[in-house]
């Protein structure tokens, strides 16, 4: 079996620092690599220069690799290259805990304070009303996610412990009462729908697999993980100085060792990771 060594290559203050970083397995029977990365053969050969920020509440990567994030009081737009291309004050909603911008063209945001949904255009224009989830019979959401059905999004309440799916134009919604006594979580901290499954994260117990009606398919045990995303049904977890990556082909986890350890949050796309520290966001190219 191969074992995957990359190198992780990446910018400080202008200085070029580079570190291996090896792909280990729990077993010697289990590989991967296919999974994880792009094929056998690929290399992290390229970093590019980070964005530098402080204070970012909610961040996300679109389809075309713009990084959309909240820092402070406003919203903030960098292309590719980390050009600023926009920005916008934020104080109407509060503070925004949540982006999803799945769809480059519709951003959905969450605003814990004000209780709020929203979208935003590419250009981080407000787009209509805000949707005020107390008027919807929910108490204190502090989960969200947005879903691949049109117009439509997930919301966890976590004092009733109601799952609800909702929709911009007020169609009619699904709902889960009573999800805490029927899964035994204590928290959902992060709610992500994902090819046509939704995955909730309680850092204490671990990862609940769900159908869109709510019912539990699989359930991962992890009690270090602090962060979790997810891409085509693989579920990558930061713990600590590591990313594990779970895949329900491969029963043992890839543990991917990473140089740095004060990593809060991180999202992959296809070849990319993407890593935020307390004051800059770095992005990881692995090519063949």
């Known amino acids: 079996m191969m074992r995957g060594v990359v190198f992780l290559v990446v910018f400080y203050g202008g200085v070029i620092w580079a570190s291996p970083v090896r792909a280990s397995h729990d077993s010697p029977e289990r590989d991967f690599g296919k999974y994880i ?162 995955y909730l994260f309680d850092k204490t117990k671990g990862i609940y697999k769900l159908d869109n009606y709510g019912n539990l398919i699989d359930f991962i045990s992890i009690q270090t993980g602090t962060y979790i995303t997810i891409e085509k049904n693989i579920i990558y977890v930061l713990c600590g100085n590591q990313i594990r990556a779970y895949s329900e082909k491969e029963p043992i986890p890839l543990v991917l060792t990473l140089p740095k350890s004060d990593i809060v949050q991180f999202k992959k796309q296809g070849a990319f990771f993407y890593f935020l520290q307390k004051n800059k966001l770095s992005k990881f190219s692995f090519k063949k």
């Open 37 to 198: 990365l792009q094929g056998e053969n690929d290399t992290l050969i390229d970093c590019e220069s980070e964005i530098m920020v402080s204070n970012v509440s909610a961040w996300d990567i679109d389809e075309f690799g713009n990084t959309i994030l909240v820092e402070a009081n406003q919203l903030k737009k960098y292309d590719i290259k980390r050009n600023l291309l926009f920005t916008q004050s934020i104080k109407t909603v509060g503070k925004i805990t949540k982006l999803d911008a799945r769809n480059p063209m519709k951003i959905l945001f969450f605003s814990e304070d004000q209780q709020l949904v929203g979208v935003l255009d590419n250009s981080l224009t407000f787009q209509g009303e805000n949707f005020d989830l107390s008027l919807y019979g929910l108490s204190y959401v502090q989960a969200f996610s947005s879903s691949f059905q049109n117009n439509k999004f997930w919301v966890y309440d976590q004092d009733n412990s109601k799952l609800e799916l909702l929709s911009i134009n007020n169609q009619q919604s699904v709902k889960i009462e009573n999800l805490k006594s029927l899964l035994g979580f204590n928290e959902v901290t992060q709610l992500i729908e994902e090819g046509n499954f939704l």
